[in-house]
Each structure stands twice: as C-alpha cells, then as structure tokens.
C-alpha cells in the first residue's frame, strides 16, 4: 500500500486548509485511515481516524469541532478539513493506514505511511 498526501501550506490563524490522502496497491487490506501530525521537538500526535467500512470517526480533544475527517472509498482517499486553524496546529501532517478496525491514536498500530505535507499557521 502506497499513501499519497497533498494539501497543506500557510495560512493565516483562522483560516481553513484541508489536506487529502490517496490509497493505491493492496487498499483492501486497509480498514482505517488516519491523520498525525508532527510539530518541530515534539513528538508525533494523533489528529483524527476514520473506519472506511462504517465511517466511524475520532478526533484528538484538541481537533475536535474544528476538523473533519471524510472518506471517500470509491477513490481510496481520506481528507482532513481543517478550520478555525491556530498557531500550534502548525505542524507536518502525515496521513497513515492500518489493517485493523481500531481507531487507534497510538501511531505503532498504523503500518502505512505517507510521506508529510507541512502545515503551518500564522498568528
């Protein structure tokens, strides 16, 4: 499985970015797909998962009511619409796939990986 991201940049706080990711090769071995971000010395954190077969959802308390996850199966893609950006969501996004039903925040439990797109917001 190959995980391809795009989207991402600089915008102002505020402001609204999303951020898509493409499956391609074996994706029906896949059952969630996620989103993690990595802000400069700090560790990675979970942003948000959904389950591809029923939609199911989780967001880190510090997304919540301001991003959305979607999926679209049909085209093998997850986004991330991101709204109501701050400061300290700048960050590189990395998109991540697991071949359990787990909405897991723990990044080990995700075996694909995406390269990162950037994401930064100014103040």
């Known amino acids: 499985v190959q995980l391809q991201a795009s989207g991402g940049g600089l915008v102002q706080a505020g402001g609204s970015l999303r951020l898509s990711c493409a499956a391609s090769?074996?994706?029906?071995?896949?059952?969630?797909m996620g989103w993690f971000r990595q802000a400069p010395g700090k560790e990675r954190e979970f942003v948000a998962a959904?389950?591809?077969?029923?939609?199911?959802?989780d967001y880190a308390d510090s997304v919540k009511g301001r991003f959305a996850i979607s999926r679209d199966n049909a085209k093998n893609t997850v986004s991330l619409e991101m709204n109501s950006l701050k400061p300290e969501d700048t960050a590189v996004y990395y998109c991540a796939a697991k071949v359990d039903h787990g909405l897991d925040y723990e990044g080990d439990k995700y075996k694909y990986w995406g390269q990162g797109t950037q994401v930064t917001v100014s103040s």
């Open positions: 090769g074996r994706t029906f071995t896949i059952y969630v």
């Open positions: 959904v389950r591809k077969y029923d939609g199911v959802r």
